[in-house]
């Protein structure tokens, strides 16, 4: 590894802490091996600019401008940075070239706001007349018209600035003129809209000229209420409307106000995230103790790793107990994924020992978070070769452990799961080792036939953690020491899997199946890899060629098939359509294999099918009326799910489970429950999966005619085609059984359930 790779490396290490002072004197050992380097430049900028040395940060993303000329990154940095020392008109430069890079909203509105700030109102007013010519010369669609007020209403506010009182006013009364055009068509926030509107006319009718008409208007120690609700309602013309224009204004008027701070960080979140965070720190200025403002600077900061930021603003509340508790959670999750892990161990011991309420089962912290935690800096430790600190934290970690209160109700049962592996691979590696953390090493990272399914499951539970790195991680130790494991490749590998880091996934099983080809495990993970990458034609060829685990490829065989079958491939996705009924998925996929055989004129599978006609016959008889057929007593419904029914209605309730077998009536007289089968048809049940199958073509084919009784019989075989893949054959041999057996009769071209099926009774609510 050369001098500038590794110096690269420990400086990330570093960026992980933000560690700013050694950043920069590693970014300096670069620059001093190649001084064009983009990382050492822009790591060392941007350190600069975090410890707020803003012109030397800001000398360094000139030169690097210089060498990337349209970089957004840069250029945003650029505009940022003029922006904090005051020079607003470098930032609007640069912010005018972010803009002719990617014309988004964002962009857009630094730019007016940069341009407000400098106070070079005209150069806005002239883009926004520009766009008023063009509009007023279109077609006035309400749209348009949106478009005209929110512009007039824009330019009023520069021109109210700028001191043109008379122009302002003027812009005004247009957009109220087009207000009122579409006024009556406008659904959403119309009362705010008018009351607006209604402000807008009050401030012209109490006052005598332009001036005192608009300083009566952005009066909001007067009209709080109607100023809030137009900011808030600015989803109204959202794909229209900034509505930050008005906050510039009102805030420079009223920057002490809360509400105001409040609903303009609101909008700024994602628009203008910089101003969305001075507003929310102002309010904390006023308020402290703000628990919103707190919360929403901390998402901000996450959005834009601000870790930094985010641990300086908790612990300067964590005097606030209502908020603590969740403070410090979010505290110690910063630490460990800033490899902080003396600061978050410490924290860890604060928030631990808050109590908590009495019987509150399960907290989002325990102590094996915080023994986890211990294990994280141990290994970093081993893997920097300090193999002193690393044994004594392994040491700290098993008297933790073997300390720790089993009745504990903080600890969730599962935590315990691990016992093993503290007991039997940790606790006797520290004994072996007498002391010394060379041996320990050795022997802790010694795969065994009796250690490796415990090591399997200690990798298993760091998938669940938060810092998915921490499995492979360990699966690489582990590796290091045992290079031919396959059981640990594999684990690593799932891993991966589990993780979702699928390329990583697929290479590490193509090598474990380099040294094993007959791998079970490891071909079908590939296969349902295949699949979820779209490799549809390898995922195929691999499945003819092994030993398929039916659950293990479940979902993704049917996802192959349903892609094959979509490519017009009907043989292969037939091939795993087959398969799925041979793990007796059978009405699952019945509709699509019957699709199949239909599209490949294959008459051979139809006929040897039981799911072709021959579920027909499973259709006995329907019951002519509603009686017990042991003794003709009254029979009365049973109902699942009875407590959604009116008690004055009489039924036997038949609880919540319902199966497809289950007793539809209940007999006083014989008092015993009774099944009439489905809307009273009797079916033969000793093929479960063709009663099945039956079952739900009648009860779509009976609800279907109930919701649609005008269909004629054409109509009625397309429906079954699209829902059931019945061609015409069985489709009419159906019908033919529910006519002979009386349960519909054919009058012409139409069909009509018999009215005595009324009289039996469904099994749900």
């Not at 840069?74 to 505009?79: A, K």
């Not at 520290?430 to 200690?458: A, C, G, R, V």
Request: with cysteine.
């Amino acid at each position: 590894m050369d001098e500038l790779t590794q110096l690269t490396i420990e400086t990330k290490k570093y960026l992980t802490k933000y560690d700013y002072d050694n950043v920069l004197a590693l970014c300096d050992n670069i620059l001093d091996i190649y001084s064009r380097s983009r990382f050492g430049l822009e790591f060392k900028a941007i350190s600069l600019y975090r410890k707020k040395e803003y012109y030397k940060s800001l000398k360094l993303y000139e030169k690097l401008n210089r060498i990337y000329p349209n970089d957004e990154e840069i250029l945003y940095s650029l505009m940022l940075i003029n922006d904090d020392i005051g020079d607003y008109e470098s930032a609007v430069e640069y912010s005018k070239r972010l803009l002719k890079l990617h014309d988004n909203e964002g962009y857009c509105i630094k730019y007016k706001h940069l341009l407000y700030k400098s106070k070079e109102l005209s150069r806005l007013i002239d883009y926004l007349n520009a766009k008023l010519t063009s509009l007023e010369n279109d077609k006035k669609t309400t749209d348009n018209i949106k478009r005209l007020m929110v512009f007039y209403e824009e330019k009023a506010v520069y021109e109210y600035v700028d001191e043109r009182y008379d122009d302002s006013l003027s812009d005004f009364k247009k957009s109220m003129e087009h207000y009122s055009k579409i006024k009556y068509s406008l659904k959403n926030y119309e009362d705010v809209m008018e009351n607006w509107y209604e402000l807008l006319a009050e401030s012209i009718r109490k006052n005598n000229n332009s001036k005192e008409v608009l300083d009566y208007l952005f009066d909001l120690d007067k009209h709080a209420r109607i100023w809030l609700a137009k900011l808030h309602s600015r989803s109204t013309f959202s794909q229209f409307s900034n509505p930050l224009i008005y906050s510039f204004i009102l805030l420079e008027k009223y920057p002490d106000n809360i509400e105001l701070l409040r609903e303009t960080a609101l909008i700024a979140y994602h628009l203008d995230s910089d101003y969305s965070i001075k507003c929310n720190k102002k309010i904390l200025e006023i308020k402290p103790e703000d628990a919103d403002a707190i919360y929403n600077l901390l998402n901000l900061y996450k959005n834009y790793y601000l870790k930094d930021e985010s641990l300086r603003l908790i612990d300067s509340k964590l005097y606030i107990d209502k908020l603590k508790n969740d403070l410090l959670l979010k505290k110690i999750e910063l630490l460990e994924s800033m490899t902080l892990f003396d600061e978050a161990l410490d924290t860890y011991d604060e928030y631990l020992s808050i109590e908590k309420p009495d019987g509150l089962a399960y907290h989002k912290k325990t102590i094996f978070d915080k023994i986890r935690c211990m294990e994280q800096e141990a290994t970093d430790y081993y893997l920097e070769g300090k193999l002193d600190k690393a044994f004594t934290i392994f040491n700290d970690v098993y008297g933790t452990f073997k300390n720790i209160e089993r009745n504990s109700y903080r600890i969730r049962t599962e935590e315990w799961s691990l016992e093993e592996w503290y007991v039997d691979v940790l606790s006797k590696s520290i004994d072996k080792s007498k002391d010394n953390p060379e041996e320990f090493f050795n022997e802790f990272y010694k795969l065994t036939q009796e250690n490796i399914p415990l090591w399997i499951s200690k990798i298993n539970s760091l998938i669940n953690w938060n810092n998915f790195g921490n499995p492979i991680q360990l699966c690489n130790i582990l590796l290091n020491h045992n290079p031919n494991n396959l059981q640990i490749q594999l684990a690593k590998a799932n891993a991966y899997y589990r993780t979702r880091r699928i390329s990583k996934a697929l290479d590490g099983y193509e090598d474990i199946l380099k040294q094993a080809p007959d791998n079970s495990e490891a071909l079908n993970r590939k296969f349902n890899l295949l699949v979820r990458h779209h490799k549809y034609r390898q995922a195929y060829v691999l499945l003819n060629s092994i030993i398929i685990d039916y659950n293990e490829i479940r979902s993704d065989l049917e996802d192959l098939a349903d892609a094959l079958l979509g490519y017009g491939k009907y043989r292969q996705a037939l091939n795993c359509y087959e398969i799925m009924m041979d793990n007796d998925h059978y009405i699952k996929v019945l509709k699509k294999v019957k699709l199949i055989w239909d599209k490949l004129d294959d008459t051979e599978s139809q006929k040897n099918s039981k799911f072709y006609l021959d579920w027909i016959d499973t259709i006995d008889y329907k019951h002519k009326k509603n009686k017990c057929p042991e003794c003709g007593g009254t029979l009365i419904p049973i109902i699942y799910g009875y407590g959604l029914l009116p008690r004055d209605k009489e039924f036997y309730p038949g609880g919540c489970c319902v199966g497809d077998d289950s007793p539809t009536d209940y007999c006083r007289k014989c008092n015993k429950e009774v099944n009439m089968g489905v809307y009273g048809i009797d079916l033969n049940d000793e093929d479960y999966s063709l009663y099945s199958y039956t079952r739900d073509i009648i009860i779509w084919f009976t609800k279907y005619l109930e919701n649609y009784p005008d269909k004629t019989i054409k109509q009625l075989e397309k429906e079954s085609y699209k829902m059931f893949s019945l061609d015409k054959t069985e489709f009419m041999e159906f019908i033919k059984r529910l006519k002979e057996i009386g349960y519909i009769t054919i009058d012409k071209n139409r069909i009509k359930i018999v009215d005595g099926y009324k009289d039996f009774h469904t099994l749900f609510v």
